[in-house]
Nanobody, 128 residues
Framework: EVQLVESGGGSVQAGGSLRLSCAAS????????IGWFRQAPGKERERVAC????????YYADSVKGRFTVSSDNAKNTVFLQMNSLKPDDTAVYYC?????????????????????WGPGTQVTVSS
């Protein structure tokens, strides 16, 4: 069974940094793409970043490009989202989700997949 748990959220001031973790169990990163998503109150869910060992690719939304970095530690079966230069607009609940690599495409220009397995989310609050 695919299970994902996010951690590392919190409250920071604008310009600060946070590192989110997505601990996975029940599957190997070699066979799955991992996506980071966020949803703020009253807004649509946004695809923030993706990583795929299978595609050897990473993707970033324009809104976070140059500030966020996604990486993985296969030995720990954990994916990280390093968030720097945080802005109040980054305030949201952040989720990680998994999709089988055969059904996902991750590159610098796109992150495609249904991402049907989700973690419970972690709150990030950035104050001005």
């Amino acid at each position: 069974e695919v299970q994902l748990v996010e951690s590392g959220g919190g409250s920071v001031q604008a310009g600060g940094s946070l590192r989110l973790s997505c601990a996975a169990s029940g599957f190997s990163f070699a066979n799955y793409a991992i996506g980071w998503f966020r949803q703020a109150p009253g807004k649509e869910r946004e695809r923030v970043a993706c990583i795929s060992e299978y595609d050897r690719g990473t993707y970033y939304a324009d809104s976070v490009k140059g500030r966020f970095t996604v990486s993985s530690d296969n030995a720990k079966n954990t994916v990280f989202l390093q968030m720097n230069s945080l802005k109040p607009d980054d305030t949201a609940v952040y989720y990680c989700a998994a999709e089988r690599s055969m059904w996902a495409v991750v590159s610098t220009s796109e992150c495609v997949g249904d991402f049907g397995s989700w973690g419970p989310g972690t709150q990030v609050t950035v104050s001005s």
